[in-house]
Structures are given as C-alpha cells and as structure tokens.
C-alpha cells in the first residue's frame, strides 16, 4: 500500500513539473506591452499561423522545453500573435518586417524591435538566443 500511494505522489509530482514547464500565452499584444512596462521586462511575440509546420513544431518541441519556458517566462512577457487572425495583428506583422513563420521578435515595453528569431530552432538554440537577447535588458 506504502508504494502505492508513494507512487501516486511521485506520478502527480511528475506531471505538475511537466505542466509548470509549460509557457502562460498572452493573446493581446497592447496588453503584453503594458504588463513589460510593470515588469520592466521585454515583449517576445510570437508570430505563427495556424497552418504553419514549423510553428506547431516550436510550440511541441520548443517552448515545452523546462529550460526554455522558464526563461521565457522569467524575463519575457510572451504573446501569440497570428496576423491571419485581425488587421490589427496583419499590421503589426507588417511592422515587425515578418515574411515567413514563426517569427519571433522582442520589443521593449514602447514596442521598439530589438531583436528577432526568424524560423524554428530547436530547444537548445532558442534558449541560447533567449540568453543573448536578455542579458542587455536585466543589466538596466
């Protein structure tokens, strides 16, 4: 009975660790900037299509990463944009120069772009990316 229970608990410890990897989505950019204004953090959207391979791709292999949602999530405030979706959203991919997807790109909290992932990378080379864009922002 002991090991029953124990693993039980270690099955739902396991699973709250999965789903505490997960990145929280903003959907509204205007929001986004003024939560990073709060925050003093940047803004990361990512902008997808709900056709795009190599979005949902990002979304499986990427952002479920442990490592890279809780970067993302301790120094970004994170939205999904899709530019198919509003003109308010096919305006901001205009902007921010988008021309394929995903396209992932970091403004401050005014909407200045100061940086951007064009396409998808794997786990380990978003989070280097995440690491060189965010290292100038926390050392104001």
Known sequence: MKRLITATIMGV??????????VEWG?????ALAKAKT?????????YTDWCGWC???????????????????????????????????????EFG???????VFVDAQGKK???????LPAAQFLKQLEKISEPATKK
């Open 39 to 47: 925050d003093k953090k940047l803004v990361m959207v990512d902008l």
């Open 13 to 22: 410890l396991a699973l709250s660790t999965v789903a505490s990897a997960a």
């Open 98 to 104: 988008t021309t394929g997807y995903p396209h992932i």
């Open 114 to 120: 100061v940086s951007e992932i064009d396409g998808y």
């Open 56 to 94: 949902k791709k990002l979304d499986k292999d990427t952002y479920s990463d442990k490592d890279v949602a809780a970067k993302v999530t301790k120094d970004f405030v994170p939205v999904k944009v899709n530019p198919e979706k509003s003109a308010r959203n096919a305006k901001l991919a205009r």
């Open 27 to 31: 959907q509204d950019y205007d929001t």
